[in-house]
């Protein structure tokens, strides 16, 4: 789910066009062009409870990025201390092999626990948003995140299931939240969870 990439963001702030900011660390979609964008007050989960949502998470969908490639996406959450939670994050690449990466997510305000910040072990990046919108804990999960820098925006989503499918009707109640908090739902891509493909 979650992977570091370098890309590169050209100005369109009035004056400023055809400016670049090159080697901006990228945490989602949205690294082309962008315009001068201010970070949504997107609703998060009421009384989140990290206890509730560890465990194994199958990635059902997500806004394309330029470093998450594979398929068979997973994300694995387990209890570290109070407000911190380990994640293994696994995909599977086009030549056969495991893509993994290991951090941890930490609350960043404890009035506001469905806001964490993700970081990664031997990865010298800063933080990144993980924001759960919506989550029953037990079928779904909807995680946003961005990251406001003035010029431009760095933005990710992804629904999450605890099987490798979801009915269309949680589906569809995924996509009209990310549509109320500005997040075209059209513009996410579906992650192939096939059993016989997924079996290495």
């Not at 009035?111 to 933080?127: R, Y």
């Not at 999960?141 to 406001?148: E, F, R, T």
């Not at 589906?171 to 891509?189: C, D, F, R, T």
């Amino acid at each position: 789910m979650f992977f570091f990439v370098l890309c590169s963001s050209r100005c369109k702030d009035e004056g400023h066009a055809g400016d670049f900011l090159d080697s901006a660390v990228c945490y989602g979609s949205q690294c082309s062009d962008a315009e001068v964008w201010k970070m949504p007050q997107t609703p998060v989960q009421a009384n989140f409870d990290s206890s509730r949502y560890v465990g194994k998470w199958y990635e059902i969908m997500k806004l394309p990025t330029q470093f998450q490639k594979g398929e068979c996406g997973t994300a694995t959450y387990s209890p570290k201390s109070p407000g911190v939670i380990g994640v293994l994050n696994r995909e599977l690449l086009k030549d056969g092999s495991i893509n993994f990466i290991v951090g941890s997510a930490k609350v960043k305000h404890p009035s506001e626990p469905a806001k964490l910040e993700v970081s990664f072990t031997d990865i010298p990046s800063p933080p990144g948003p993980y924001w759960v919108l919506s989550s029953d804990y037990e079928t779904h999960s909807l995680v946003y995140g961005c990251s406001d820098f003035g010029l431009f925006r760095l933005e990710f989503a992804w629904i999450l299931s605890r099987e490798p499918t979801m009915s269309e009707e949680t589906l569809q109640s995924m996509q009209s939240i990310l549509s109320a908090a500005g997040v075209n739902p059209e513009k996410m891509v579906a992650t192939n969870q096939d059993e016989t493909y997924c079996t290495p």
